[in-house]
């Protein structure tokens, strides 16, 4: 039957492993095989191979058919080289012990390419890793200098808030001084006003009761008694005349009545 050497996947979900098998052809990917050989793990850089040299290489000799991706793991494990190398010696291009020579040199160079290539792979993660820290760093820094800008600026706030408080204060303080000093000179000033308005109404007062003192007099009751005897004899006289009109009004009306009949 055709055998085939050919990956299996495993593993889980976006983070696959596969095993290197020798299956039946016409079997499913993932379904029965025959042999396992081997575990490839495409996630590391460089990719981990795990595999049965000998095992691989029997199989080969056999006649299985490698997949394309199967063919490049085998390359890189020196399976294949082997292999052609086995069939020179065959054929009696050379000898067994230069077979191996040769494979040996090719290993030790394959080999260190493999270490190269992770030996840089390591090296440029490191410096992946510095930059990524340098960058860090930088921006740690700058943030240190904006956090020291920002407190200097504060700092210089509270000086000039407490300059400011002070000089406040001190006005404050000299306003409050001089509206005392004010406030006392209306005070005095006002006291100093009432006390002479006081004096004034004593003296006026003083005056009031002196002039009435004068006028309670006895000169001064004969003067109140004869005009009030004048003002009487002024009513009597003036209370005859008004009689003497009102009966004279009468008659002037009789008078000018018998007029106007005679006249009609």
């Known amino acids: 039957m055709p055998t085939k050497i050919r990956l299996t996947r495993q593993g889980r979900k976006k983070k696959p492993i596969y095993h ?9 990917r993932d379904g029965k095989y025959i042999e396992r050989l081997g575990q490839y793990d495409p996630s590391t850089n460089p990719a981990s191979i795990d595999l049965d040299f000998e095992r691989s290489l029997d199989w080969l000799q056999k006649g299985a058919q490698p997949t394309d991706t199967c063919r490049a793991i085998l390359s890189y494990k020196g399976v294949l080289m082997r292999k052609h190398l086995l069939e020179g010696v065959k054929k009696g291009a050379f000898s067994e012990d230069e077979a191996n020579k040769r494979f040996e040199k090719w290993m030790k160079e394959k080999d260190a390419k493999i270490q190269a290539k992770a030996d840089s792979v390591q090296k440029d993660r490191q410096n992946e ?68 308005a006081v004096e004034e109404t004593k003296k006026d007062e003083a005056v009031a009761e002196e002039t009435v003192k004068e006028e309670e007099t006895p000169e001064a009751t004969e003067l109140k008694e004869e005009k009030t005897a004048e003002e009487d004899q002024e009513v009597k006289t003036e209370e005859p005349a008004a009689e003497e009109k009102a009966a004279e009004e009468p008659e002037s009306k009789e008078s000018n009545a018998e007029e106007k009949e005679e006249e009609k």
């Open 20 to 28: 290197i098998v020798v299956a039946d052809s016409r079997a499913p």
């Open 129 to 196: 890793i510095k930059k990524r820290l340098a960058e860090e760093s930088k921006v740690k820094e700058a943030m240190a200098e904006e956090l020291a800008k920002k407190r200097a600026a504060e700092d210089a706030h509270e000086e000039v808030s407490e300059e400011v408080t002070e000089i406040v204060t001190e006005a404050v303080e000299e306003t409050d001084e001089e509206a005392t000093g004010e406030v006392s000179e209306q005070v005095s000033k006002e006291t100093i006003a009432e006390e002479t």
